[in-house]
């Protein structure tokens, strides 16, 4: 038996060994690679079920990186490494990981393409230089596409579109072009011609390069057909590009490969109106090292402080944080200026304090490769940073103001990520608890953990009953917290039930004055505050919390006495009132509040300061014609078109406001489908899905994102 076991395993310790090795090689040969002109920050953006994951697995795979090509339905690929991916099929956190290829290093971010983790998307795309954006050639442009293509809207971030799943028996690549051209409102460049439709897809033909690709071989080829694909996209190029069109008209040589990829790069940066759309097959391994040329060839190099400004040091911005057990707090860096070495010490522009470097990684998915020392333009996991959270700037010069510093590089055009990070509003609640009272102070820590790494989950304590509360994006973000507590840290706990996260906000504007008189050891003190509370009217539907009080100077009043710490107070008590409404208890939001005069005797505590202006703006509350605000969601649903009816029918029910309804062929199976959009309450959506199932026997699918807040009817 001992035998047996000695000529069963050590060989495989032996390949186990070779692949350690062939990928610490791979790694050190990226490290190399240290010129901003060489590197790529690229993310994968797209809606759920697109093919991030897989597409990357095929990718690390060309790269050399992995032997053998993960499957999500199997749940042993590379980038979706916690369990929680692994045993439901999708992305939960962003991940990033290392790719050299062709003497350039990519630096890729695999982002999740469910609305509940957007917060992730979000937070990757401010250190991108660029993305790809996956589309299902089946599905074309879906809800969470739509999302993610407005983020990196948001950030000016230059893509290209990989159509991938050519090999779909419903693919159609015309209807992707077209909800292309309505939906991201870009037009496209189509650089591949498909070889095939649905099942017979066996390539492309690329256009620029003038070859045909089938699977890993690309063929030099030409026919007539390939030269009028060819000079359309030429003259396409020509009609928005002035030097490819001075080239059409002036010269007699044709036009290289190099010029029109030069023209592409262009202008994805100039004008994000035009993109080019690359197609292929992951699954089969179609076109995938024809999309790493492309993010070689078409997307912006990393953006570094220029040298001019070299005597500024170094310069990083945290963008994501996560806990690991055995190297505690990780931080994934972007580097801007200076290098990172191991055991440095920079200041957080936020805390003002010193936190220190221990180590430095090179990502690997949930592996890191321990290296010395990483240089502007990449992306690096630091640890030992012991305060630092998404959103913070390290420095290593003491005398840097951020704000001034910041603005002048927009004055240069070099735009750097604005400190901080807004999280998106959370639309559902519930309260949580350990079955023992000892859990309590070990459930606080670990969602103290999981908070710093996730910022769209917040937790706040019910000051009337003394519940935890739980305020995520969905039903699935809460679940997600709630196994990462039972699997990471051993915590059996149970859930309330689930709760939309309705807001208040007033109607009218109302002032009003409150005196409170107060007596401590027989000294006696009164203070009389008056306030205002006005609604603020947002024509985009969304919602904002308050932040601080205006103060309103006059003649009579201009609270020059009044201290900071006072000032506080006051804000403390504005906030204590706001956060929970006289119709349901929820927050109030979009309200302006103002101080307008205040008058004191005696000594005053911050204290009676804060209880004052707290009793005042529920005062004003009683009297504003309070409204309830609900959050709306963008629902599509896919059915066939023979069950239309029933889901119409079903969703007014639902008081959902039908925006539209699209009648069309699904692909190669020839099938009609409709596609219903509509706007729709969120609380009217709570278990949905299984509802559709039945309505339709499991012959539909349904996709949402919220769509901001709105007044609740009547009903």
């Given at each position: 038996?001992?035998?047996?076991?000695?000529?069963?395993?050590?060989?495989?310790?032996?390949?186990?060994?070779?692949?350690?090795?062939?990928?610490?090689?791979?790694?050190?040969?990226?490290?190399?690679?240290?010129?901003?002109?060489?590197?790529?920050?690229?993310?994968?953006?797209?809606?759920?079920?697109?093919?991030?994951?897989?597409?990357?697995?095929?990718?690390?795979?060309?790269?050399?990186?992995?032997?053998?090509?993960?499957?999500v339905d199997e749940g042993n690929t590379t980038m979706d490494y916690m369990e929680q991916e692994r045993e439901r099929g999708i992305t939960i956190t962003s991940a990033a990981i290392t790719i050299p290829w062709i003497k350039h290093r990519i630096n890729l971010i695999d982002t999740p393409g469910h609305v509940d983790f957007t917060i992730e998307v979000e937070r990757s795309l401010r250190v991108l230089d660029g993305a790809v954006a996956i589309l299902d050639a089946s599905a074309g442009v879906e809800t969470q596409s739509l999302t993610v293509w407005r983020q990196a809207n948001r950030y000016h971030v230059p893509r290209f579109i990989y159509i991938n799943k050519m090999d779909k028996p419903t693919a159609d690549l015309s209807m992707c072009l077209n909800s292309i051209r309505q939906k991201f409102a870009v037009e496209p460049l189509l650089l591949h011609i498909p070889i095939g439709h649905g099942k017979q897809f066996t390539g492309m033909i690329d256009l620029l390069n003038e070859t045909k690709i089938l699977s890993n071989d690309q063929i030099k080829f030409s026919s007539e057909f390939l030269t009028k694909e060819r000079l359309k996209l030429i003259e396409k190029l020509a009609d928005i590009d002035d030097k490819i069109a001075e080239l059409l008209l002036f010269t007699d040589k044709p036009i290289s490969n190099i010029q029109l990829k030069q023209s592409i790069c262009r202008l994805m940066i100039r004008d994000q109106r035009f993109v080019p759309v690359l197609i292929g097959s992951s699954l089969k391994n179609i076109g995938v090292q024809t999309l790493l040329d492309a993010i070689i060839d078409y997307l912006p190099n990393a953006r570094i402080i220029p040298g001019s400004l070299s005597n500024l040091g170094t310069l990083i911005y945290i963008f994501k944080t996560i806990h690991d057990r055995q190297k505690q707090p990780l931080s994934f860096a972007r580097i801007y200026s200076g290098s990172v070495k191991r055991r440095i010490s920079l200041i957080n522009t936020r805390t003002n304090e010193k936190e220190q470097i221990n180590k430095v990684f090179l990502p690997f998915a949930d592996n890191m490769e321990d290296i010395d020392e990483i240089r502007a333009g990449s992306i690096a996991v630091l640890s030992g940073l012991k305060e630092a959270s998404s959103g913070d700037i390290l420095v290593s010069s003491k005398k840097l103001d951020l704000d001034t510093f910041l603005n002048d590089l927009k004055q240069q055009y070099i735009f750097l990520p604005d400190?901080?990070?807004?999280?998106?509003?959370?639309?559902?609640?519930?309260?949580?608890?350990?079955?023992?009272?000892?859990?309590?102070?070990?459930?606080?820590?670990?969602?103290?953990?999981?908070?710093?790494?996730?910022?769209?989950?917040?937790?706040?304590?019910?000051?009337?009953?003394?519940?935890?509360i739980l305020l995520g994006m969905g039903e699935l973000h809460i679940d997600i917290i709630r196994d990462r507590l039972k699997r990471e840290y051993g915590l059996e706990t149970y859930?309330?039930?689930?709760?939309?996260?309705?807001?208040?906000?007033?109607?009218?504007?109302?002032?009003?004055?409150?005196?409170?008189?107060?007596?401590?050891?027989?000294?006696?003190?009164?203070?009389?505050?008056?306030?205002?509370?006005?609604?603020?009217?947002?024509?985009?539907?969304?919602?904002i919390s308050f932040s601080q009080i205006q103060i309103t100077r006059s003649d009579e009043q201009n609270f020059e006495y009044l201290k900071q710490e006072h000032v506080e107070?006051?804000?403390?008590?504005?906030?204590?009132?706001?956060?929970?409404?006289?119709?349901?208890?929820?927050?109030?939001?979009?309200?302006?509040?103002?101080?307008?005069?205040?008058?004191?005797?005696?000594?005053?505590?911050?204290?009676?300061?804060?209880?004052?202006?707290?009793?005042?703006?529920?005062?004003?509350?009683?009297?504003?014609?309070c409204v309830l605000l609900q959050p709306m969601m963008r629902v599509e649903v896919i059915c066939v078109a023979d069950r239309t009816q029933i889901v119409l029918d079903d969703l007014a029910r639902r008081h959902s406001q039908i925006i539209d309804v699209q009648q069309g062929i699904s692909g190669g199976l020839q099938e009609s489908m409709s596609t219903i959009i509509t706007r729709t309450p969120l609380a009217e959506l709570i278990g949905y899905s299984s509802t559709l199932r039945t309505l339709t026997s499991g012959q539909a699918d349904f996709t949402f994102a919220i769509d901001g807040y709105e007044p609740v009817r009547s009903h």
């Open positions: 038996m001992r035998l047996f076991q000695c000529m069963t395993f050590f060989p495989l310790r032996i390949f186990y060994r070779y692949v350690s090795n062939t990928r610490l090689q791979v790694f050190q040969n990226a490290t190399q690679i240290v010129d901003p002109e060489r590197i790529r920050n690229v993310g994968i953006i797209a809606h759920i079920d697109a093919g991030k994951t897989t597409t990357v697995e095929r990718m690390l795979y060309h790269a050399g990186l992995i032997r053998s090509m993960g499957n400190p901080g990070l807004e999280a998106p509003t959370p639309v559902f609640f519930c309260t949580i608890e350990t079955y023992s009272e000892s859990g309590q102070k070990q459930l606080d820590f670990a969602l103290k953990n999981i908070k710093r790494e996730d910022p769209s989950l917040r937790v706040r304590i019910d000051e009337q009953t003394g519940q935890t859930l309330g039930p689930l709760n939309v996260n309705y807001r208040e906000m007033p109607r009218k504007f109302i002032q009003q004055t409150i005196v409170w008189n107060s007596t401590i050891n027989e000294k006696h003190a009164t203070i009389s505050i008056t306030l205002s509370i006005e609604p603020i009217i947002l024509d985009d539907k969304k919602i107070a006051i804000n403390h008590g504005v906030r204590l009132a706001l956060s929970t409404g006289l119709i349901k208890g929820a927050e109030v939001v979009n309200v302006q509040v103002k101080l307008h005069d205040i008058q004191l005797t005696g000594y005053i505590s911050p204290a009676l300061y804060s209880a004052a202006a707290s009793d005042c703006v529920r005062a004003c509350l009683r009297h504003a014609d």
